[in-house]
């Protein structure tokens, strides 16, 4: 995995998002996959002393939503009871690239002769799922030569199968004797990716003892929550205690309350320009603009999508009330829409801004409009109106100039204003 | 792939059958592609057989209960080849299926333009489409326009694709939608048109890969270059890069990829499939693969691109760009290098066009480069703009607590402003109708006139004489021995609709008719309308309406302001005071629309046998007509509200009479008797018999 892939899912999986711990809880036993033993955080003293005795040693680990566990230093090998303890307290605590552990847990020790690394996902290859074996688990796959791992598109309907699994097995080499015990492991292993609606799971190692016994020794899925299975499976999700802030927690739930139009944003923590975008494509392309110019963007946005009135007007009225303070120019800017109505759109963007300054009082920023679409002329009319009404500065261009002309023009005059004030 | 060539996923002739098509987005996107190319023979949408989603241009489009009634009950040659699914995320795989079940036969393509299908879907989607034999675009597609052929499947090309789809020799390829739109909107700015123009969607799974689309754009005649918007996720343009190196896709592109943000910061992009996975599958990764591939830098603006031998060579593979408005530039370059000649003339250009700007005090703080140099409007916006001004008037204030705030008065302690002007400045300079103007519109007069209309106004509004409503309240008040400001009090609570408030009624009545015209200036005589025939036109319509109504045996409107109880026997009647105002506006060569239209409707009426005399055009309208001419720039330009602008000529009314008020008072108070106001019993009929017993006291 690399690291980008893990950035990015951290805060749109927050909740689709499944670790070992989860795993090791409630999906492994359910789908009867091997798993070592494990302690929490909360397990008394006699309780984990009784566990090291019978283990040998363990793996103190935080359950934690970010990646690079290991190389933040939060991973440790145990042997006695005070320094089980003791890391545990510190795993629990543990803190990496902002996100906060929600508890610590402790997993024994497992004796390999082989590390095997294992994924199931949807393959843009081949259109559907694939399994990717390798026998140098424990490693980032990124780091495997692709000699040295095979991958294999799986049918959809068929899953994978013992004979397909064992196949890919030998072809790598792998020793006879473990090959029919892996091999329906991995049936078990999809049967926990299919049946619960993922789109991606990772179990990295899965180690054979020498005496020929399977562990699944770590995991990591992520749930395409647009599959009604994971419905199911979301009931056993833990909450994880950091993450989003409050404005991403709101319109996180504002978003997933109606599919009628995008309410998307992610904080970019960006002090600039207010950027309240339309496009998934035109969203993207602007705030790499006005990154490139020193627009400084608070988050990214999506609101296209063809909202209705109510839902436009809620999405803006959330993004005013939360940031409008913190900005120093407002930038409404989308490329040239196929069917989200501008009139409706401005109209109920215009009115919250309206109702913000009711409630607050006046605001004294630039305001950069830039739009095409239906009805433009009637939204860009309302906007103008109520900018007007606001007493607020104001630059509106249509579709005739590029979107990214817009946004580095605003990236401009914020940055200008910045350094004035 | 079925399709062999782009035309094969959309030609001229294809049949197109809309799932869910009474849903909001799926009927207003088929009704817009009805007008454009009529390519719909059908829909279905569960609950609603036997209706027809009715097109203003076009056919009119059936909907069947279910897929399998519209494959069933379509004669042969109405079958449709292509599907569009629209249905809500859950129904999705069903409706595939049904196409599937029923429709083999017949169908090519599937369009499937949902979003939020979950990824295991669009993998069994991919995998029972493949073994029938069809075509899947989607899932979370926008649809596809193939130009030449003026035909589109979904949403492509918004409310007007002709605007922006001209034909021409580039295949746009996009994972957004909307960029499809707009990369065709830039490119004609450099001459060059679409031949196909192609959303793919950005799911997890693109079930039209990039790869199998340019196989396809490679056979595709019209198309002569291929230009790409990429974003992360997937391995769709390694696949793509492949075929391109072996030979079997030669064409040059041009290629934006967006998404390096992702990289930077923890963020996820808009498209569920625009997540890295992989090596590869990052933006940068692609840019490099593609730059790999060009074997040139990317496009810069900057670069000197004449007498490098090596370019040529490299840009018949193509050319990344950096930023999306270099699109039509390095298409340019592209063409220009390969001797290839553009479309057509270049359309507008690619620079900062402002349609409004209002920058007021920060442009002192930006650099001269940063102040927005007024733009021009381009058709057919600019008429749309000019016809929407025309019909809407005034603007709509944002609403505020106004308890302790005012923007028509202020006080600082030292000095009285009314509207930020000092008013021992307005006292000294100015004249009390210059003052009222001001306070009543927020600015000062604009023509050197108005103050003296007003005036007149004023003046005219004082009385008409003692029997009026108005003047015997205050003479009642007087009668009762109440104080002077009772009976300014008692002479506005007698002005109404009826009496006095007309000139409101008037305003609203002038303003309907004018809305809709292009007239600017209600003192220039030059407006160019003809007033004749607007007056004969209402005067008509008022005539059939009132016929109507006196046939129905119920009320009419009245027109406000015409005919007067007094001045009402000559063959063509005046109020005397209208006279006065309209005489000093004759003598200074000043010219009012409002009421010059008023007299011509007043004939207007005679004429058309509403009134058998000419009907006079009272103190009222001409009040009204004065505040209105007073009023009209303002409202169009959406510097007033159009309450206000009606308010004025009644409160103009209001003010006069009330002053006219205080001189009845004045006048009884002095010379009066106490009650001898008061109308004696035996004056005073009942017109309710006694009922039972004696109702006299003892």
Redesign the interface.
């Known amino acids: 995995?690399?690291p980008?892939?893990r950035?990015?899912?951290?805060?749109?999986?927050k909740r689709l998002q499944m670790n070992e711990l989860t795993f090791l809880e409630h999906f492994a036993p359910k789908f009867d996959i091997p798993v070592p033993e494990h302690l929490t955080a909360d397990a008394s003293r006699s309780e984990i002393r009784e566990a090291l005795l019978r283990w040998g040693g363990a793996i103190v680990k935080p359950d934690i939503l970010a990646g690079k566990r290991g190389k933040g230093g939060f991973i440790w090998e145990v042997e006695d009871v005070r320094e089980a303890m003791r890391k545990l307290k510190l795993a629990a605590a543990a803190e990496i690239?902002g996100k906060i552990a929600r508890t610590a847990y402790m997993v024994q020790c497992i004796p390999a002769v082989q590390e095997i690394y294992t994924a199931i996902?949807?393959d843009?290859?081949f259109?559907?799922?694939s399994f990717t074996l390798s026998l140098e688990g424990g490693m980032d796959?990124?780091e495997i030569g692709e000699d040295r791992k095979k991958t294999l598109p799986i049918?959809?309907?068929k899953g994978l199968d013992a004979y397909q699994a064992s196949g890919l097995l030998e072809e790598l080499g792998c020793p006879g004797q473990y090959v029919s015990l892996l091999a329906r492991t991995f049936v078990k292993f999809w049967d926990l990716f299919?049946s619960t609606?993922m789109?991606?799971a990772e179990v990295n190692p899965w180690r054979v003892t020498p005496e020929g016994e399977v562990y699944a020794c770590d995991f990591k899925g992520i749930f395409?929550d647009?599959?009604?299975?994971y419905g199911d499976a979301e009931a056993v999700l833990p909450e994880y205690p950091e993450g989003r802030t409050e404005f991403e927690e709101e319109m996180a739930e504002w978003s997933a309350a109606s599919?009628?139009g995008?309410a998307?944003v992610?904080?970019?923590?960006g002090k600039k320009v207010l950027p309240i975008l339309?496009?998934?494509?035109?969203?993207?392309?602007i705030?790499?603009?006005l990154?490139e110019y020193g627009g400084d963007p608070i988050f990214?946005s999506?609101f296209?999508?063809?909202p209705p009135y109510a839902r436009m007007y809620g999405t803006a009225e959330r993004c005013f009330r939360y940031k409008l303070k913190d900005a120093s120019l407002l930038l409404i800017l989308?490329?040239?829409?196929?069917?989200t109505l501008i009139d409706v759109t401005f109209q109920a963007i215009a009115d919250a801004l309206?109702d913000y300054?009711?409630c607050n009082g006046p605001i004294h920023m630039?305001v950069i409009v830039g739009r095409?679409?239906?009805?433009?002329?009637?939204g860009?009319?309302a906007m103008?109106?109520?900018?007007?009404?606001?007493?607020l500065?104001?630059?509106?261009?249509?579709?005739?100039?590029?979107?990214?002309?817009?946004a580095e023009?605003a990236a401009?005059?914020a940055s200008?204003?910045e350094d004035?004030r | 792939m079925r399709a062999r060539t782009l035309a094969d996923l959309l030609k001229k002739g294809d049949r197109v059958a809309v799932s869910n098509i009474t849903g909001?987005?799926a009927s207003?996107?088929s009704i817009v592609s009805q007008a454009y190319c009529n390519n719909i023979v059908g829909g279905w949408a569960l609950g609603h057989g036997g209706e027809m989603v009715r097109c203003s241009k076009g056919d009119d489009i059936p909907v069947f209960a279910d897929c399998a009634g519209l494959m069933r009950q379509l004669p042969p040659e109405r079958r449709p080849n292509k599907v569009i699914v629209y249905s809500?995320?859950?129904a999705v795989y069903g409706d595939v299926k049904e196409t599937l079940n029923y429709g083999s036969d017949c169908v090519e393509t599937i369009y499937i333009i949902t979003?939020?299908?979950?990824?295991?879907?669009?993998?069994?989607i991919?995998?029972l489409a493949r073994d029938a034999g069809i075509d899947v675009v989607g899932c979370n597609t926008?649809g596809v326009i193939n130009t030449h052929d003026h035909v589109r499947v979904g949403?492509?090309?918004?409310?007007d694709p002709d605007e922006?789809f001209v034909p021409g020799s580039a295949t746009i390829i996009?994972?957004?939608?909307?960029?499809?739109?707009?990369i065709a909107?830039?490119l004609t700015t450099a001459g060059i048109g679409t031949s196909f123009g192609i959303s793919t969607g950005?799911d997890?799974?693109?079930?039209t890969?990039l790869a199998e689309l340019l196989r396809l754009a490679q056979l595709d005649d019209n198309t002569r270059i291929v230009v790409l918007?990429v974003?992360p996720?997937?391995?769709?343009e390694r696949?793509a890069l492949a075929l391109a190196r072996a030979g079997e896709f030669t064409k040059p592109m041009v290629v934006?990829v967006?998404?390096?943000?992702?990289?930077?910061?923890?963020?996820?992009?808009?498209?569920?499939g625009?997540?890295?996975?992989?090596?590869g599958t990052?933006a940068s990764a692609k840019a490099a693969e593609f730059d790999a591939y060009f074997g040139v830098e990317p496009f810069s603006m900057e670069m000197r691109y004449r007498g490098t031998e090596e370019l040529p060579e490299g840009l018949r593979r193509g050319i990344r760009v950096r930023?999306?408005?270099d699109i039509p530039a390095a298409v340019q370059l592209v063409y220009r290098a390969l001797h290839m000649d553009r479309d057509f003339a270049p359309r507008?250009e690619?620079?900062?066009?402002?349609?409004?700007?209002?920058?007021?005090?920060?442009?002192k703080?930006?650099?001269a480069v940063?102040v927005?140099a007024p733009?021009k409007?381009?058709e057919p916006?600019k008429t749309?703009?000019d016809r929407?001004?025309q019909a809407?008037l005034g603007?709509?204030?944002?609403?505020?607590?106004m308890r302790n705030q005012s923007h028509a008065s202020s006080n600082d302690g030292r000095v009285t402003r009314i509207y930020g002007r000092d008013v021992m400045d307005l006292m000294r300079n100015r004249s009390f109708a210059e003052a009222l103007i001001l306070y009543w519109t927020g600015e000062e007069p604009a023509r050197p006139f108005e103050p003296r209309l007003v005036e007149m106004s004023l003046m005219a509004a004082l009385t008409n004489g003692p029997g009026t409503l108005s003047a015997q309240a205050a003479k009642m008040s007087a009668s009762a021995g109440n104080s002077p400001h009772t009976a300014m009090i008692a002479t506005l609570a007698t002005v109404g609709t009826d009496h006095g408030g007309n000139g409101r009624e008037a305003v609203k009545y002038l303003a309907d008719l004018f809305r809709p015209t292009p007239m600017n200036d209600p003192y220039d005589p030059n407006h160019g309308l003809d007033l004749r025939a607007m007056a004969m036109q209402t005067a008509t319509a008022f005539k059939q309406a009132k016929d109507a109504s006196k046939d129905a045996g119920v009320n009419y409107a009245r027109i406000p302001c015409l005919g007067h109880p007094v001045f009402h026997d000559q063959d063509v009647n005046y109020d005397p005071r209208e006279r006065a105002i309209w005489a000093y506006l004759e003598s200074e060569g000043i010219y009012n629309i409002f009421l010059h239209f008023y007299h011509e409707l007043a004939g207007a009426l005679r004429e058309v046998g509403v009134s058998r005399k000419v009907w006079a055009v009272n103190v009222d309208a001409a009040i009204a007509s004065v505040w209105l001419g007073i009023a009209w720039p303002k409202l169009r330009q959406?510097r007033m509200t159009f309450e206000r602008a009606a308010d004025l000529a009644f409160l103009g009314f209001a003010l006069g009479r009330a002053a006219g008020g205080a001189g009845e008072f004045l006048d009884h108070r002095d010379y009066g008797l106490p009650l001898d106001m008061r109308v004696p019993v035996e004056e005073c009929k009942s017109l309710t018999p006694p009922v039972g017993g004696n109702h006299t006291r003892p």
């Open positions: 995995m690399t980008e892939r950035n990015l899912v951290e805060i749109k999986a690239n996902t949807y843009s290859r259109l559907s799922p796959v990124e049918d959809v309907f299919i609606g789109r991606m395409d647009a599959n009604y299975k599919h009628q995008q998307h992610a904080e970019l923590g339309f496009g998934g494509g035109a969203s993207t392309i705030i790499e603009t990154e990214l999506d296209g999508g063809n989308g490329g040239k829409a196929n069917n309206r300054v009711a630039p095409g679409g239906p009805r433009l002329v009637q860009l009319l103008q109106r109520t900018l007007e009404e606001l007493r500065p104001y630059v509106i261009f249509g579709p005739d100039t590029p979107l990214t002309l817009v023009y401009k005059v200008t204003l004035t | 909001r987005e207003h996107v809500p995320p859950p979003e939020h299908v979950s990824v295991e879907v669009s993998a069994k991919h995998n926008l949403a492509v090309g918004g409310e922006t996009s994972n957004s939608g909307n960029m499809v739109n707009t909107s830039y950005k997890t799974l693109i079930l890969p918007y974003e996720g997937g391995l769709y696949q934006y967006a998404g390096r943000v992702a990289e930077k910061k923890s963020v996820s992009l808009g498209h569920a625009a997540v890295v996975e992989g090596g990052s930023s999306l408005h507008g690619m620079k900062l066009n402002p349609w409004f700007a209002n920058i007021g005090e920060l442009g703080k930006l650099p940063l927005p733009g409007i381009p916006f749309q703009f929407i001004l809407s603007f709509m204030p944002a609403r505020r607590t959406g």
